[in-house]
Nanobody, 124 residues
Framework: QVQLVESGGGLVQAGGSLRLSCAASGRTFSTYTMGWFRQGPGKEREFVACISRNDVIRKYSDSVKGRFTISRDNAKNTLSLQMNSLELEDTAVYYC?????????????????WGQGTQVTVSS
């Protein structure tokens, strides 16, 4: 089992940047596929990005591709999401998630463990 704690959210103007972090407990972080999801007001939780155990594969949603970068540091048990060129539509609660599955997926149902979320608000 792994416990996840997100940080780094906040209020930022459109066009600005934020870096989210997710700290994972335990010594088996490297055995989990990791993902970032978000849930905007009145919306369902949606996929943002995911990364394989060994950082060989990264996937992004079309809406963030080219603007966001997912990364991980297995030595520090940390997952990150660098968000650049933020848009109003990026406003949401952002969650990190983990799954022991080898195949990296984009559905929330494929992930077993979730953090509590961190709020990102983009203003005009």
């Amino acid at each position: 089992q792994v416990q996840l704690v997100e940080s780094g959210g906040g209020l930022v103007q459109a066009g600005g940047s934020l870096r989210l972090s997710c700290a994972a407990s335990g010594r088996t972080f490297s055995t989990y596929t990791m993902g970032w999801f978000r849930q905007g007001p009145g919306k369902e939780r949606e996929f943002v990005a995911c990364i394989s155990r060994n950082d060989v594969i990264r996937k992004y949603s079309d809406s963030v591709k080219g603007r966001f970068t997912i990364s991980r540091d297995n030595a520090k048990n940390t997952l990150s999401l660098q968000m650049n060129s933020l848009e109003l539509e990026d406003t949401a609660v952002y969650y990190c998630a983990a799954t022991p599955a080898l195949v990296i997926g984009s559905s929330p149902h494929e992930y077993n463990f979730w953090g509590q979320g961190t709020q990102v608000t983009v203003s005009s």
